[in-house]
């Protein structure tokens, strides 16, 4: 998979300097594989690019971490350090005479507070405002590898259909779960959610040791990496039939979460898509159990821009992706969650996960 490096670093100087922006700093976090496709390890060490208007960004990387960087030259220069040098003294001479900085915003504090006292005069801010821009909208590349992360996870949402639940603990089935993402072609499985019984009314609740039994609705939410792009989907399983007041929560909750993916297209608002699975929710009577909001963007970070959330009144654009996952919550009884990776398409919606919704009675 090859990503145009060249042609992001060139977006993100017109940006920095519609902005007044004179440099960009990136180090742990997505900025940095999204603009140069290397992932900063998240140690004491500084791994840091420097984006500055007028030189070729460098990439100031610990020594023995300089293995791992793929070269690019024509995109970025590679600058290791040894041991005995001070990075940030490096940083701060690429930095002379540049007013305005802004940083990723997963940078350790030690290194922006050493950075903010070594260069007095310069203004600091987060990276965030101005990447967000670029990083939101997916080119048919990312796109790609967040279909193929979608799609992977059907098929152990697929094969999750035909399991046995009861008798196992959540853990138990966690790890499986976590095994199928990598089967299916993820590199990485990142979470795997199984919260059974009174447990899902904890839309994070971590698999514990609970035995799974007749009578539990299962919520299962897990996803991983793909080429580096997340995946994240939620589908329900009741082991054993559901009782009927369960199956008619279940269908108002299947039908804001249809409503609000057919919502979505170019123009709409956010906190819209929102409002059209809260509404339904509310009008059935549960408005207070749908406890979080309805999504949240996905792509080289599992939680990134646009938020789903009443308040955030951006247009949504093509390109775009990001969760549909409402939920109802029970307190003490059960949970329920179903989630979609959907991408804003020219004139209306891509679905990235393609697995059946419907409620799965297992055993
Ligand atoms: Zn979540
Ligand atoms: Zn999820
Ligand atoms: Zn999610």
Same mark, same amino acid.
């Given at each position: 998979?090859? #990503?145009?490096?060249?042609?992001?670093?060139?977006?993100?100087?017109?940006?920095?300097?519609?902005?007044?922006?004179?440099?960009?700093?990136?180090?742990?976090?997505?900025?940095?594989?999204?603009?140069?496709?290397?992932?900063?390890?998240?140690?004491?060490?500084?791994?840091?690019?420097?984006?500055?208007?007028?030189?070729?960004?460098?990439?100031?990387?610990?020594?023995?971490?300089?293995?791992?960087?793929?070269?690019?030259?024509?995109?970025?220069?590679?600058?290791?350090?040894?041991?005995?040098?001070?990075?940030?003294?490096?940083?701060?001479?690429?930095?002379?005479?540049?007013?305005?900085?802004?940083?990723?915003?997963?940078?350790?504090?030690?290194?922006?507070?050493?950075?903010?006292?070594?260069?007095?005069?310069?203004?600091?801010?987060?990276?965030?405002?101005?990447?967000? !821009?670029?990083?939101?909208?997916?080119?048919?590349?990312?796109?790609?590898?967040?279909?193929?992360?979608?799609?992977? %996870?059907?098929?152990?949402?697929?094969?999750?259909?035909?399991?046995? #639940?009861?008798?196992?603990?959540?853990?138990?089935?966690?790890?499986?779960?976590?095994?199928?993402?990598? *089967?299916?072609?993820?590199?990485?499985?990142?979470?795997?959610?199984?919260?059974?019984?009174?447990?899902?009314?904890?839309?994070?609740? *971590?698999?514990?040791?609970?035995?799974?039994?007749?009578?539990?609705?299962?919520?299962?939410?897990?996803?991983?990496?793909?080429?580096?792009?997340?995946?994240? %989907? %939620?589908?329900?399983?009741?082991?054993?039939?559901? /009782?009927?007041?369960?199956?008619?929560?279940?269908?108002?909750?299947?039908? !804001?979460?249809?409503?609000?993916?057919? !919502?979505?297209?170019?123009?709409?608002?956010?906190?819209?898509?929102?409002?059209?699975?809260?509404?339904?929710?509310?009008?059935? =009577?549960?408005?207070?159990?749908?406890?979080?909001? /309805?999504?949240? =963007?996905?792509?080289?970070?599992?939680?990134?821009?646009?938020?789903?959330?009443?308040?955030?009144?951006?247009?949504?654009?093509?390109?775009?992706?990001?969760?549909?996952?409402?939920?109802?919550?029970?307190? =003490?009884?059960?949970?329920?969650?179903?989630?979609?990776?959907?991408?804003?398409?020219?004139?209306?919606?891509?679905?990235?996960?393609?697995?059946?919704?419907?409620?799965?009675?297992?055993?």
């Amino acid at each position: 998979m090859t #990503f145009d490096y060249r042609a992001r670093l060139d977006a993100t100087r017109r940006l920095m300097e519609t902005h007044g922006i004179g440099a960009l700093l990136a180090s742990v976090g997505a900025d940095l594989p999204y603009l140069i496709g290397y992932e900063a390890m998240p140690l004491e060490r500084l791994t840091m690019l420097v984006v500055t208007g007028n030189r070729v960004p460098v990439l100031l990387v610990p020594k023995l971490e300089a293995p791992r960087v793929v070269e690019r030259p024509e995109v970025f220069e590679v600058r290791p350090w040894s041991e005995t040098e001070d990075p940030i003294g490096i940083v701060s001479r690429l930095l002379e005479g540049v007013g305005s900085v802004v940083v990723g915003d997963q940078t350790w504090a030690t290194f922006v507070l050493a950075l903010e006292e070594r260069l007095p005069a310069t203004r600091f801010g987060v990276a965030s405002p101005l990447t967000r !821009a670029l990083r939101m909208r997916k080119d048919p590349e990312e796109l790609d590898a967040l279909r193929r992360a979608g799609h992977a %996870t059907d098929r152990v949402a697929a094969r999750l259909r035909e399991m046995r #639940f009861s008798g196992r603990t959540e853990a138990e089935l966690s790890r499986l779960v976590a095994d199928m993402i990598i *089967e299916e072609g993820h590199q990485a499985a990142t979470f795997s959610i199984v919260a059974s019984g009174p447990n899902g009314a904890s839309p994070h609740h *971590e698999a514990g040791e609970r035995i799974m039994q007749t009578g539990d609705a299962v919520v299962v939410d897990f996803g991983g990496k793909l080429d580096g792009y997340c995946s994240d %989907t %939620t589908r329900m399983f009741h082991v054993g039939e559901p /009782t009927t007041e369960y199956r008619e929560i279940f269908a108002v909750l299947e039908e !804001a979460q249809a409503a609000a993916v057919d !919502a979505v297209r170019p123009g709409v608002a956010a906190q819209d898509v929102d409002r059209t699975a809260r509404a339904i929710i509310a009008a059935a =009577g549960y408005g207070e159990y749908f406890i979080h909001r /309805t999504g949240h =963007g996905i792509g080289l970070d599992a939680h990134e821009h646009p938020y789903i959330v009443e308040g955030n009144d951006f247009e949504l654009d093509a390109g775009m992706t990001f969760s549909i996952e409402p939920g109802i919550y029970l307190p =003490g009884r059960f949970g329920m969650r179903i989630e979609d990776i959907v991408a804003v398409s020219d004139h209306g919606v891509e679905r990235l996960n393609c697995s059946d919704r419907h409620l799965a009675v297992v055993g």
